[in-house]
């Protein structure tokens, strides 16, 4: 039973995380997928991503990162370029429309991560991010 509750608690603690996070993102268009989608892509800072390693690396892997690259696409946050080495691949940028967008987000994401974990001091976000980590190897 207290294996149930250590589950249930931290999936709830998520849920509660990225309600916020979505909260914040709302009135710049983007959902929580959409900003993970940029942050990875600002984060390989001008190389190109598959569609595959951009799952990869998504904090929630889903089977759509296509339709949520092709939402991005609409608002041109980000281009696609065929793979010049291998023509049926698709490689994913982000433009200078999504780096400046994600510029803009960044102060109020810092404030918003900053709020949700105030109850916490640095040597309890440390534990808990062991802890989590821990569990993540699973």
Do not use: W
């Given at each position: 039973?207290l ?53 990869e ?38 433009t ?19 709020t ?21 190897t699973?």
């Amino acid at each position: 039973m207290l294996n149930r509750n250590v589950v249930v608690q931290v999936m709830k603690g998520g849920n509660v995380f990225a309600e916020h996070i979505g909260n914040t993102l709302h009135p710049f268009g983007l959902s929580l997928q959409q900003f993970n989608v940029l942050r990875i892509l600002r984060g390989r800072n001008g190389v190109a991503a598959s569609l595959e390693s951009i799952t990869e690396d998504m904090i929630h892997r889903v089977s759509n990162t296509s339709r949520i690259v092709d939402k991005l696409l609409e608002k041109a946050f980000v281009k696609r370029a065929v793979c010049l080495e291998n023509r049926r691949k698709v490689n994913i940028f982000i433009t200078e429309k999504g780096l400046r967008l994600l510029k803009k987000i960044d102060k109020i994401i810092n404030q918003t991560e900053e709020t949700l974990t105030a109850s916490l001091s640095k040597k309890e976000m440390d534990q808990l991010l062991q802890l989590l980590n821990k569990l993540k190897t699973k």
